[in-house]
């Protein structure tokens, strides 16, 4: 007997046509109750719909709003459930996503009901002191990137004599290809609420902000509900005081999610970081010491308060307790969203859960722009802090993004820093300077104009670039030059001394060509091209193409395609 009928609407349901669906279903069933929930992390599966049974569940995939997939849905049609399994793979451990996707994020009747504040409740039964013990006991980690010890960091502001103080909640995920932050915040906000009020108890503050990136307004209006829900219950009265709690929308400066720039811009000034120390938890926002965790961090607090810091440590490395979401995309089978233990291989993430065909895929960037480029011989390394370093990676927020065979590696370092040095605050000199000549010899390579010397000069920029700027990010930004030099150097010496890309990605290095034994001189190149590039007679001046592959996507018979060559002088 069907009970319920769950639709993922987070924003990669939507996206997907999940709001159609959701309509189209809430119309043609009345008998049946209908919610929204948000993403469980089968992003490829999305529009998706969860019915419950009193047999447990059933998914359907790739949902349209017709009557056919209602009729599939309410039949229970084994044609079209989702071939996997939720957990999508045996190697996937679900715990701070445990209720992702599977309630409605902005009822906290729901969450109640599947112990949501339990954790806030025996944390207030519990001396704050004890409350960062079991955070130091669980051996939790930053998950926003750097990894410091968060009961560490508790236990810093929690030592302040002070009569206000502020929590931060870092929700302005920047990296290109991350969506973790974003899919728990959708998903469960109350979750990530609860954790920030459990570190109100703990370390005595009196101020909560969330830093949440304005493009994610779907994250923004459930965490402005489940705030209001908060204030009625009562729940924000934490020691005798009533804890605020407002949100600040980031105007998506990649460089704000560095804790320092970051309460520069809440206190209303240029989003750029100072010199430490002073640390923020001994002088932060407007003065106050102020604590900063980022979205993954506080959402996992509430089990580790309920279940005990014992129980998480028992996940993961020796320095590498607990699971870790990772954001998958690029070029594989299931991108998603996924939760695995700290010690998982990389090789375990790709194959298994990723469903990549062993051989297809030559690398993985790994820790967001500033992360590094891991390539296949060396995916059997560990997923935990100190691994990943020791290969020049990092674990950072945790974007993971696959790269065929067909990318080009240069080109993916010179896309990665493009990124960057736009981001770059300016302020100080390395990054600022560093960072855009650094870009400009990549540009200059991918052109075809490199020579020998370019390569050493990206080694020596990078390394001085990471030991003079001032923040992680200019620290971190050459990082993917890095480690395709370290690990594809071959690649960069096949631009530079041949003037050729193997992967026919740089423009200035491939020509297109028409093969006229195939061609069935049909048109469509010739009225698809913008710059009328392709002649009556079907050859294509390439003096004029710009590369811009239209004819290639319009042509039936696949007679055009890109082969070496180019203007090396381009």
Same mark, same amino acid.
């Given at each position: 007997?069907?009970?319920?009928?769950?639709?993922?609407?987070?924003?990669?349901?939507?996206?997907?046509?999940?709001?159609?669906?959701?309509?189209?279903?809430?119309?043609?069933?009345?008998?049946?109750?209908?919610?929204?929930?948000?993403?469980?992390?089968?992003?490829?599966?999305?529009?998706?719909?969860?019915?419950?049974?009193?047999? %447990?569940?059933?998914?359907?995939? +790739?949902?349209?709003?017709?009557?056919?997939? /209602? !009729?599939? *849905?309410?039949? $229970?049609?084994? #044609?079209?459930?989702?071939?996997?399994?939720?957990?999508?793979?045996?190697?996937?451990?679900?715990?701070?996503?445990?209720?992702?996707?599977?309630?409605?994020?902005?009822?906290?009747?729901?969450?109640?009901?599947? %112990?949501?504040?339990?954790?806030? +409740?025996?944390?207030?039964?519990?001396?704050? /002191? !004890?409350? *960062?013990?079991? $955070?130091?006991? #669980?051996?939790?980690?930053?998950?926003?990137?750097?990894?410091?010890?968060?009961?560490?960091?508790?236990?810093?502001?929690?030592?302040?004599?002070?009569?206000?103080?502020?929590?931060?909640?870092?929700?302005?995920? %920047?990296?290109?290809?991350?969506?973790?932050?974003?899919?728990?915040?959708?998903?469960?906000?109350?979750?990530?609420?609860?954790?920030?009020?459990?570190?109100?108890?703990?370390?005595?503050?009196?101020?909560?902000?969330?830093?949440?990136?304005?493009?994610?307004?779907?994250?923004?209006?459930?965490?402005?509900?489940?705030?209001?829900?908060?204030?009625?219950?009562?729940?924000?009265?934490?020691?005798?005081?009533?804890?605020?709690?407002?949100?600040?929308?980031?105007?998506?400066?990649?460089?704000?999610?560095?804790?320092?720039?970051?309460?520069?811009?809440?206190?209303?000034?240029?989003?750029?970081?100072?010199?430490?120390?002073?640390?923020?938890?001994?002088?932060?926002?407007?003065?106050?010491?102020?604590?900063?965790?980022?979205?993954?961090?506080?959402?996992?607090?509430?089990?580790?308060?309920?279940?005990?810091?014992?129980?998480?440590?028992?996940?993961?490395?020796?320095?590498?307790?607990?699971?870790?979401?990772?954001?998958?995309?690029?070029?594989?089978?299931?991108?998603?969203?996924?939760?695995?233990?700290?010690?998982?291989?990389?090789?375990?993430?790709?194959?298994?859960?990723?469903?990549?065909?062993?051989?297809?895929?030559?690398?993985?960037?790994?820790?967001?722009?500033?992360?590094?480029?891991?390539?296949?011989?060396?995916?059997?390394?560990?997923?935990?802090?100190?691994?990943?370093?020791?290969?020049?990676?990092?674990?950072?927020?945790?974007?993971?993004?696959?790269?065929?065979?067909?990318?080009?590696?240069?080109?993916?370092?010179?896309?990665?820093?493009?990124?960057?040095?736009?981001?770059?605050?300016?302020?100080?000199?390395?990054?600022?300077?560093?960072?855009?000549?650094?870009?400009?010899?990549?540009?200059?390579?991918?052109?075809?104009?490199?020579?020998?010397?370019?390569?050493?000069?990206?080694?020596?920029?990078?390394?001085?670039?990471?030991?003079?700027?001032?923040?992680?990010?200019?620290?971190?930004?050459?990082?993917?030059?890095?480690?395709?030099?370290?690990?594809?150097?071959?690649?960069?010496?096949?631009?530079?001394?041949?003037?050729?890309?193997?992967?026919?990605?740089?423009?200035?290095?491939?020509?297109?060509?028409?093969?006229?034994?195939?061609?069935?001189?049909?048109?469509?190149?010739?009225?698809?091209?913008?710059?009328?590039?392709?002649?009556?007679?079907?050859?294509?001046?390439?003096?004029?193409?710009?590369?811009?592959?239209?004819?290639?996507?319009?042509?039936?018979?696949?007679?055009?395609?890109?082969?070496?060559?180019?203007?090396?002088?381009?």
């Amino acid at each position: 007997m069907i009970t319920r009928i769950k639709i993922g609407t987070g924003s990669c349901g939507l996206a997907a046509g999940a709001a159609e669906v959701f309509d189209f279903f809430k119309k043609n069933i009345t008998e049946i109750e209908i919610i929204g929930v948000g993403c469980i992390g089968h992003c490829y599966a999305e529009p998706l719909v969860e019915v419950e049974t009193d047999q %447990g569940s059933v998914f359907f995939e +790739k949902v349209e709003p017709k009557q056919a997939f /209602i !009729d599939k *849905v309410l039949n $229970l049609d084994e #044609s079209s459930r989702l071939p996997m399994r939720p957990e999508r793979s045996d190697r996937e451990l679900i715990n701070v996503t445990r209720l992702a996707g599977r309630i409605d994020p902005i009822s906290i009747d729901e969450y109640f009901e599947n %112990g949501g504040y339990n954790g806030l +409740k025996k944390a207030l039964t519990m001396q704050p /002191i !004890d409350v *960062v013990k079991e $955070l130091k006991i #669980s051996g939790l980690r930053g998950r926003g990137g750097a990894g410091f010890p968060t009961g560490m960091k508790w236990g810093f502001l929690q030592a302040q004599k002070t009569t206000e103080k502020v929590l931060i909640c870092n929700a302005d995920e %920047g990296d290109p290809g991350a969506f973790m932050d974003r899919s728990m915040m959708e998903s469960v906000p109350h979750q990530v609420l609860e954790g920030m009020l459990i570190a109100a108890h703990a370390t005595g503050a009196t101020q909560i902000f969330i830093y949440c990136r304005a493009e994610y307004p779907l994250a923004i209006k459930h965490l402005k509900i489940a705030i209001k829900q908060i204030i009625e219950h009562g729940l924000n009265k934490i020691n005798g005081r009533d804890i605020t709690i407002k949100i600040k929308e980031g105007a998506g400066a990649f460089v704000c999610g560095e804790e320092t720039a970051m309460i520069h811009s809440l206190e209303g000034s240029r989003g750029t970081p100072r010199f430490r120390p002073p640390y923020p938890t001994d002088s932060g926002f407007k003065g106050l010491p102020t604590m900063i965790n980022n979205v993954e961090t506080f959402a996992n607090v509430p089990n580790i308060i309920n279940e005990g810091g014992e129980e998480f440590a028992k996940i993961g490395t020796e320095n590498s307790k607990g699971t870790k979401l990772f954001a998958l995309a690029g070029d594989l089978k299931y991108p998603g969203l996924v939760e695995v233990p700290m010690g998982i291989t990389l090789a375990e993430v790709v194959y298994d859960i990723g469903g990549v065909e062993k051989g297809s895929i030559k690398a993985v960037q790994i820790g967001g722009p500033s992360g590094g480029c891991i390539p296949f011989d060396h995916f059997d390394v560990q997923i935990d802090y100190d691994s990943l370093k020791s290969l020049g990676a990092i674990m950072g927020s945790g974007g993971l993004i696959f790269i065929g065979n067909y990318r080009c590696m240069v080109e993916t370092a010179r896309y990665f820093l493009d990124f960057t040095t736009r981001e770059s605050c300016g302020k100080c000199t390395f990054c600022r300077v560093g960072t855009k000549r650094m870009l400009e010899t990549l540009e200059i390579i991918t052109a075809g104009n490199g020579h020998q010397k370019d390569i050493q000069f990206l080694q020596d920029l990078g390394q001085k670039i990471i030991k003079g700027s001032l923040c992680g990010l200019g620290q971190s930004a050459p990082n993917p030059v890095l480690t395709t030099l370290r690990y594809y150097k071959n690649e960069y010496e096949r631009h530079v001394n041949n003037k050729q890309c193997d992967a026919l990605v740089c423009n200035a290095l491939v020509n297109v060509y028409i093969d006229k034994s195939s061609c069935i001189e049909c048109g469509l190149c010739i009225k698809n091209c913008p710059v009328n590039a392709i002649s009556d007679d079907f050859i294509i001046d390439n003096e004029i193409c710009t590369r811009c592959n239209s004819c290639i996507e319009v042509c039936p018979k696949d007679t055009i395609s890109r082969v070496a060559g180019g203007n090396a002088n381009a």
